[in-house]
């Protein structure tokens, strides 16, 4: 029992200093993280997430089989191929992750850069998290070359629903024997008052709310729930 207990704190930990690095590359200065120096871009092993009781489920629903080499490749180093692959002429987008939450949002996803087959990058330096913030929300693809991918932006008195801000980041990539991805400029957005909770609600979300009453006769439900 103690085991278990020590593991779900080091399992805490983690994704509470990941959560950290997802929101900390957009608010720095932009490196190029997928080619370091003149080293080739290596393609990243998944890290191992936490469970949940519903995986098996979520694995059948949600993961799709790898449908060409360079997915195949990312199979053998832990990843579960994940949601749509964008692509524009020779350039592919593929989305990967390495767990689900209790509700089959992804953990631990990452989305892959390919030039006619061959590795260029990633659009994050760090595995992302469904609802957090820093987590992929868009991909938009103009060209082969150029794309653009939107980061949802969390405040402190967001819902998990609706971010505020979107940030925007754009790539560049160059198209030879060694593509190489850079992102080079990111943008801010804030999201459609249609999307943030009313002026004066901030109190109704981020809660647990119970039906008691309905039309004037009072209802004993203890478990349906908003």
Not at 1 to 23: E, P, R, T, W
Not at 28 to 37: D, E, F, I, M, Y
Not at 161 to 190: E, F, G, I, K, W
């Amino acid at each position: 029992m103690k085991l278990k207990f020590i593991a779900g704190l080091l399992f805490v930990a983690a994704f509470a200093h990941q959560a950290h690095a997802q929101q900390a590359w957009l608010d720095r200065p932009l490196t190029n993280w997928s080619r370091q120096g003149m080293a080739l871009p290596q393609l990243p092993r998944a890290a191992p997430q936490g469970e949940s009781a519903n995986t098996a489920r979520c694995r059948a629903d949600h993961v799709r089989q790898p449908a060409s080499a360079a997915e195949k490749a990312l199979v053998r180093r832990g990843w579960l191929m994940y949601g749509p692959v964008y692509s524009y002429d020779s350039t592919r987008i593929v989305t990967a992750l390495s767990g689900f939450d209790g509700m089959c949002r992804p953990l631990g996803y990452q989305a892959f850069v390919y030039w006619d087959g061959r590795y260029a990058g990633t659009l994050s330096p760090v595995p992302m998290n469904s609802r957090t913030d820093g987590a992929l929300a868009s991909v938009h693809l103009s060209g082969p070359a150029r794309f653009s991918a939107g980061f949802a932006r969390y405040g402190e008195s967001d819902a998990l629903c609706c971010p505020s801000r979107v940030d925007s980041v754009t790539y560049a990539l160059r198209r030879d024997d060694v593509p190489t991805l850079v992102a080079t400029d990111v943008t801010q957005t804030v999201t459609s008052p249609a999307e943030k909770p009313e002026a004066g609600t901030s109190g109704l979300v981020g809660k647990r709310w119970v039906l008691s009453e309905m039309e004037g006769r009072r209802v004993n439900a203890a478990a349906p729930s908003l």
